[in-house]
């Protein structure tokens, strides 16, 4: 099975920037991250396509956040920029063969991200 395990979430202070990774244990077509932030519900951040370079963004991250990825090193990244407090929420890695399967596909650990503000 796809393991995944995320790194790069910490503290970091309103309007800075960090970078999150994801390495997966295979390659997998369609890889991407969701949120969680306290008291609110599970929500879609971004996704991408390993072939093709379709990227995929929720609407209150784009322009912020920007996904890519590594195909030599099955691993995805997730650039956030102009981070805001209401950022702040457990990031999950997500692997699946198409987008409509990602919320069922794998899922790693999360990493916590705060935003001071």
């Known amino acids: 099975q796809v393991q995944l395990v995320e790194s790069g979430g910490g503290l970091v202070q309103a309007g800075s920037s960090v970078r999150l990774s994801c390495g997966a244990s295979?390659?997998?077509?369609?890889m991407g991250w969701f949120r969680q932030a306290p008291g609110k519900e599970r929500e879609f951040v971004a996704a991408v396509r390993w072939s093709g370079d379709e990227t995929y963004y929720a609407d209150s991250v784009k322009g912020r956040f920007a996904i890519s990825r590594d195909n030599a090193k099955n691993t995805v990244y997730l650039q956030m920029n102009s981070l805001k407090p209401e950022d702040t929420a457990v990031y999950y890695c997500?692997?699946?063969?198409?987008?409509?399967?990602?919320?069922?596909?794998?899922w790693g650990q999360g990493t916590q991200v705060t935003i001071s503000s």
């Open positions: 295979v390659r997998v077509n369609l």
């Open positions: 997500a692997a699946a063969p198409s987008l409509a399967a990602l919320p069922r596909g794998a």
